[in-house]
């Protein structure tokens, strides 16, 4: 069965310096990736995927995610981070070819800018 | 993308009591998906709505426990019955778009909390 960590509960981070929220999964076929962030008393929003093609995805707000297949990883990277991205961010996976609405979701981290 | 809004957004009930959310989409969808998510935990799928059909359950949920409805394309209910203090979370609906790699777009969130 498919399975994904998240390897940080939480992590603090000072505003302008650089993050990586690290995620793993576990799955032997090919598979979709994607990244949500829930801000707080907000629902999830989708942050970026990873679908097929270039192993490198960005969000529109800086955050950009790498496909490794080898190391079976979709680690979230932002050079520079804001007090605005305070939030918990979650990494999900699914098959292709599985049935509708197998999300498998990580565990969250808790991203927290301080200034 | 599909805008979708839950009521309540959060609720206090008392053991034994029983609380229905509702999930309300801007556009029709042939199926929609509730989770829930446990303080600390990920988001665990509960169900499948399809419209017209019976909820499709996963492992560990019954339809007598979380009773769905989906009486038309862009509503659904989720009933918590006969709660306890292990229900107490944050219950999801979510929407799925084929046609963007299994993309699922997330309601608010119903902070449910018994005590």
């Known amino acids: 069965a498919q399975s994904v960590t998240q390897l940080d509960s939480q992590v603090p981070v000072f505003e302008e310096a650089p993050v990586e929220l690290r995620c793993n999964y576990s799955?032997?076929?090919?598979?979709?990736l994607f990244w949500y962030v829930q801000y707080p008393n907000q629902g999830l929003q989708l942050l970026l995927k990873?679908?097929?093609?270039?192993?490198l995805v960005e969000s529109i707000n800086g955050f950009e995610a790498e496909f490794n297949k080898s190391q079976t990883s979709f680690h979230l990277r932002k050079p520079s981070v804001h007090i605005s991205d305070t939030a918990e961010y979650f990494c999900a996976v699914s098959e292709p070819g599985g049935s509708q609405g197998n999300l498998i979701f990580g565990k969250g981290t808790k991203l927290s800018v301080k200034p | 993308s599909a805008v979708i809004s839950q009521k309540p957004s959060r609720d206090i009930c008392q053991r034994g009591t029983s609380l229905t959310i509702q999930c309300q989409v801007d556009s029709q969808v042939t199926m929609m998906f509730w989770y829930r998510q446990q303080p600390g935990q990920s988001l665990t799928l509960i169900a499948t709505a399809n419209q017209g059909s019976e909820a499709t359950y996963e492992s560990g949920f019954v339809i007598d426990k979380f009773p769905i409805s989906r009486p038309n394309l862009t509503f659904s209910t989720l009933t918590v019955s006969n709660m306890s203090p292990e229900d107490s979370s944050i219950y999801l609906c979510?929407?799925?778009?084929?046609?963007?790699?299994?993309?699922?777009?997330f309601g608010p969130g119903t902070r449910l909390t018994v005590t």
């Open positions: 990873y679908l097929s093609g270039s192993t």
């Open positions: 799955s032997s076929v090919s598979v979709y």
């Open positions: 979510s929407v799925e778009d084929p046609l963007a790699g299994r993309e699922q777009y």
